[in-house]
């Protein structure tokens, strides 16, 4: 059984910066893919970037140029650095693998930026 565990997440003013952080219980290796998602207000979840095993990454287009994912196997643990925060970055944020596997979604953790 894994648990995804999110933090990291806060409230920062517009241009800001934070890094989120997913840890799993279990182990990462079997996902071969893991991603970050984020859902606003009335909006549906929608991943915002990828890792595959080899490092390859790959971010939506409303984010490229600002975050940044990366995984440390040996802390089971993946990272969003999310720098240039915008109004419109506010939302929950979540990890999961992707494809998605729905038990392993985890509470989220929130992220406003605001001034």
């Known amino acids: 059984q894994v648990q995804l565990v999110e933090s990291g997440g806060g409230l920062v003013q517009p241009g800001g910066s934070l890094r989120l952080s997913c840890a799993a219980s279990?182990?990462?290796?079997?996902?071969?893919?893991m991603g970050w998602y984020r859902q606003a207000p009335g909006k549906q979840r929608d991943l915002v970037a990828h890792i595959i095993s080899g490092g390859t990454t790959n971010y939506a287009d409303s984010v490229k140029g600002r975050f940044t994912i990366s995984r440390d196997y040996a802390k089971n643990t993946v990272y969003l650095q999310m720098n240039s925060l915008k109004p419109e970055d506010t939302a929950v944020y979540y990890c999961n693998a992707v494809p998605v596997i729905e038990r392993y979604w985890g509470q989220g953790t929130q992220v406003t930026v605001s001034s």
């Open positions: 279990g182990s990462i290796f079997r996902f071969s893919t």
